[in-house]
T-cell receptor, first 113, second 110 residues
Framework: NAGVTQTPKFQVLKTGQSMTLQCAQD?????MSWYRQDPGMGLRLIHY???????DQGEVPNGYNVSRSTTEDFPLRLLSAAPSQTSVYFC????????????FGPGTRLTVT | GENVGLHLPTLSVQEGDNSIINCAYS??????FIWYKQESGKGPQFIID?????DKRQGQRVTVLLNKTVKHLSLQIAATQPGDSAVYFC?????????FGAGTTVTVRA
């Protein structure tokens, strides 16, 4: 099992550019989430999904879109990047019977200039 | 998250000693409280959780205590090892959503 994989590991964008952060898991987990982590802060939930075709907003959804067309993949799209979106982004997945035990990917470090 | 926080941002512990990491929360409606460990350059890793109707739960070398009267959560690590050096986050879960505190950085001294 590769677990949760994220690409790219690092990305630099200019203000106004768009991009997609990729996330995939091979554990057949139903639930997947996206978080952002800023210096000195905990993780904040952006969007989450409880199954293919189902997504919902978290704590800080503005400026981000998600879709869940398959169980394995949960991409995060930045529509028009802003410097405030400079952060480390983590994707996580979990089995629906063990919701507390989230498996996190290695993260994507995004810088918006 | 704004409802979950940790008392101290850093903790220095002598190898072999016990560590106690504290967390205060304000949302009494949470279903579970959870501890995660994050090593440098990695994503967080689940350590242990406790249901909101419990007071104590033990795992391998870790114990979580929940005091609902004062809305306080703690993680105790027995016989702290160098590999325990990391940032520790408490989180509360309500429905599917997790809210994380700011984290405590634990440094283990040899």
């Amino acid at each position: 099992n590769a677990g949760v994989t994220q690409t790219p590991k690092f990305q630099v964008l200019k203000t106004g550019q768009s991009m997609t952060l990729q996330c995939a898991q091979d554990m057949n987990h139903e639930y997947m989430s996206w978080y952002r982590q800023d210096p000195g802060m905990g993780l904040r939930l952006i969007h989450y999904s409880v199954g293919a075709g189902i997504t919902d907003q978290g704590e800080v959804p503005n400026g981000y879109n998600v879709s869940r067309s398959t169980t394995e993949d949960f991409p995060l799209r930045l529509l028009s990047a802003a410097p405030s979106q400079t952060s480390v982004y983590f994707c996580a997945s979990t089995h629906r019977d063990r919701e507390n035990e989230q498996y996190f990917g290695p993260g994507t470090r995004l810088t918006v200039t | 998250g704004e409802n979950v926080g940790l008392h101290l941002p850093t903790l220095s512990v002598q190898e072999g000693d016990n560590s106690i990491i504290n967390c205060a929360y304000s949302n009494s409606a949470s279903d579970y409280f959870i501890w995660y460990k994050q090593e440098s350059g990695k994503g967080p890793q689940f350590i242990i959780d406790i249901r909101s109707n419990m007071d104590k739960r033990q795992g391998q070398r870790v114990t979580v205590l929940l005091n609902k009267t004062v809305k306080h959560l703690s993680l105790q690590i027995a016989a702290t090892q160098p590999g325990d050096s990391a940032v520790y986050f408490c989180a509360e879960k309500r429905d599917y959503k997790l809210s994380f505190g700011a984290g405590t950085t634990v440094t283990v001294r040899a």
